[in-house]
């Protein structure tokens, strides 16, 4: 065989791999993203997006459905041996598709948001409803919305934040204490549960604060990176019906 053929027929292998590989992608054109330099993703039909936050600052509230591809990115990506799909998703029920949920060669997501809106305040100050969910029922919020472990009147959130971060951290309450042997390791200090943040202009968008045991005798919460204190008044207040 030639070697003009054989360079052939290369090509065209490498052009039928390259192919499968964007396939994801670019079966369907009309679904791909654009990103620009300055953090906004732009839709097939115009619609600007733009990025809103990290996982671990926000939340997403449901499940999520495959909208499309970002332009010029791989399909997939893997992490600890697990091909994940990289893209753009939409959240389940939330029909105007005012957020976007991206994952980008990452277990880790990003939060877009509608560049036409509003424009959004997300600490926990903002939340409309916080709620406790204990660590065996993380991932399902609603599960406790009784009216003895939810907040949703304003003044009682704005006691509750005002409270709390009047504390002091943890380890200087003497909390770590509770829970030192004598050779300084702790035990019996876990993460007990979430209190969950609610937003009313954005309601499949939470914020997260954890919530740690201290041998069952104390607690703390994390507000913003910070930790306080979490007065038992406070912890009771929440997980009355837990």
Same mark, same amino acid.
């Given at each position: =065989?030639?070697?003009?053929?054989?360079?052939?027929?290369?090509?065209?292998?490498?052009?039928?791999?390259?192919?499968?590989?964007?396939?994801?992608?670019?079966?369907?054109?009309?679904?791909?993203?654009?990103?620009?330099?300055?953090?906004?993703?732009? $839709? @097939?039909?115009?619609?600007?997006?733009?990025?809103?936050?990290n996982?671990?600052?926000?939340?997403?509230?449901?499940?999520?459905?495959?909208?499309?591809?970002?332009?010029?990115?791989?399909?997939?990506?893997? @992490?600890? $041996?697990?091909?994940?799909?990289?893209?753009?998703?939409?959240?389940?029920?939330?029909?105007?598709?005012?957020?976007?949920?991206?994952?980008?060669?990452?277990e880790?997501?990003?939060?877009?948001?509608?560049?036409?809106?509003?424009?959004?305040?997300?600490?926990?100050?903002? #939340? %409309?409803?916080?709620?406790?969910?204990?660590?065996?029922?993380?991932?399902?919020t609603?599960?406790?919305?009784?009216?003895?472990?939810?907040i949703? %009147?304003?003044?009682?959130?704005?006691?509750?934040?005002?409270?709390?971060?009047?504390?002091?951290?943890?380890?200087e309450? $003497?909390?770590?204490?509770?829970?030192?042997?004598?050779?300084?390791?702790?035990?019996? #200090?876990?993460?007990?549960?979430?209190i969950?943040? @609610?937003?009313?202009?954005?309601?499949?968008?939470?914020?997260? =604060?954890s919530?740690?045991?201290?041998?069952?005798?104390?607690?703390?919460?994390?507000?913003?990176?910070?930790?306080?204190?979490?007065?038992?008044?406070?912890? @009771?207040?929440f997980?009355?019906?837990?």
């Open positions: =065989m030639k070697r003009n053929s054989i360079s052939a027929i290369l090509s065209c292998i490498v052009l039928l791999i390259s192919s499968f590989c964007f396939a994801a992608c670019d079966k369907n054109s009309e679904a791909l993203f654009i990103e620009t330099n300055n953090d906004v993703l732009v $839709g @097939h039909n115009g619609e600007k997006y733009e990025f809103l936050a996982e671990g600052i926000l939340y997403y509230n449901g499940k999520i459905s495959f909208e499309g591809c970002v332009k010029d990115e791989t399909p997939t990506f893997n @992490h600890l $041996g697990v091909e994940f799909k990289n893209g753009v998703y939409s959240i389940d029920g939330d029909s105007d598709k005012n957020i976007l949920i991206r994952y980008s060669n990452s880790w997501f990003s939060a877009y948001r509608k560049a036409s809106l509003p424009e959004f305040d997300f600490c926990v100050d903002n #939340c %409309n409803k916080f709620e406790y969910i204990p660590l065996y029922q993380n991932n399902n609603g599960l406790n919305n009784t009216s003895d472990n939810v949703t %009147n304003k003044a009682e959130i704005i006691e509750f934040l005002s409270d709390v971060r009047n504390q002091d951290n943890p380890k309450a $003497g909390l770590y204490d509770l829970v030192s042997d004598k050779d300084g390791k702790l035990i019996n #200090c876990y993460r007990c549960g979430t969950v943040g @609610h937003f009313e202009e954005e309601p499949y968008l939470l914020v997260c =604060m919530v740690t045991s201290y041998n069952d005798l104390a607690y703390s919460v994390s507000i913003s990176n910070e930790e306080y204190v979490l007065p038992s008044e406070w912890f @009771h207040r997980c009355k019906n837990t």
